[in-house]
Antibody, heavy 118, light 111 residues
């Protein structure tokens, strides 16, 4: 079965750090761009970051630049999001997604909740 | 980049059609044929329904169709079924070196 499973979400204080993981199965991770998307409670989706197949190119939404780092380990079939200097407005469900079709998100995980308290 | 504009809600009776709009600018929807649509049922992950404006991934019923005119994209669901009740989000590739924007989402209710 082709799937993505996120983990690592929890309650963290403002200014803290957290690392999210996404385990891929049923396909070869190194063949795809991978992405993180978040959804604040009751809000729409927001693209967070992209990483190219081999990890050499990374892109971020302006609001997380300098604070979040996307990375991957293709040998472990895993995607990561290191989140530092967390803000209350980073509170959201974080989804990992695959870029298997042109410029879109063709496979999603079930999400992991990150809550940043003040 | 600003979020794309979608109506908060839309509805239709079973068997009818509903169309959802997604309005952006020439820097996103109007500038690229990379509009996609996602269905999200309550408490569930999004599911890709349309990509590249009007293409359906394998497994998506042909009741779902997409189009674009200028800076506005649209998703039409024909022959509404109870299972189509969900939130629908649009997305577009945008100017700015590999950048994506999403809409605010539209809740579709099957009456």
């Amino acid at each position: 079965e082709v799937k993505l499973v996120e983990s690592g979400g929890t309650l963290v204080q403002r200014g803290g750090s957290l690392r999210l993981s996404c385990a891929a199965s049923g396909f070869t991770l190194s063949d795809y761009w991978m992405k993180w998307v978040r959804q604040a409670p009751g809000k729409g989706l927001e693209w967070v970051a992209d990483i190219q197949e081999e990890g050499s190119q990374k892109y971020y939404v302006d609001s997380v630049k300098g604070r979040f780092t996307i990375s991957r380990d293709n040998t472990r079939n895993s995607l990561y999001l290191q989140m530092n200097s967390l803000r209350v407005e980073d509170t959201a469900v974080y989804y990992c997604a695959r870029g298997g079709l042109p410029r879109c998100f063709d496979l999603w995980g079930q999400g992991t909740m990150v809550t940043v308290s003040s | 980049q600003s979020a794309l504009t979608q109506p908060p809600s839309a509805s239709g009776s079973p068997g009818q059609s509903v169309t959802i709009s997604c309005t952006g600018t020439s820097s996103d929807v109007g500038g690229y044929n990379y509009v996609s649509w996602y269905q999200q049922r309550p408490g569930k992950a999004p599911r890709l329904m349309i990509y590249e404006v009007n293409k359906r991934p394998s497994g998506v019923p042909d009741r779902f169709s997409g189009s674009k005119s200028g800076n506005t994209a649209s998703l039409t669901v024909s022959g509404l079924q109870a299972e189509d009740e969900a939130d629908y989000h649009c997305s577009s590739y945008a100017d700015g070196n590999n950048y994506y924007v999403f809409g605010s989402g539209t809740k579709v209710t099957v009456l």
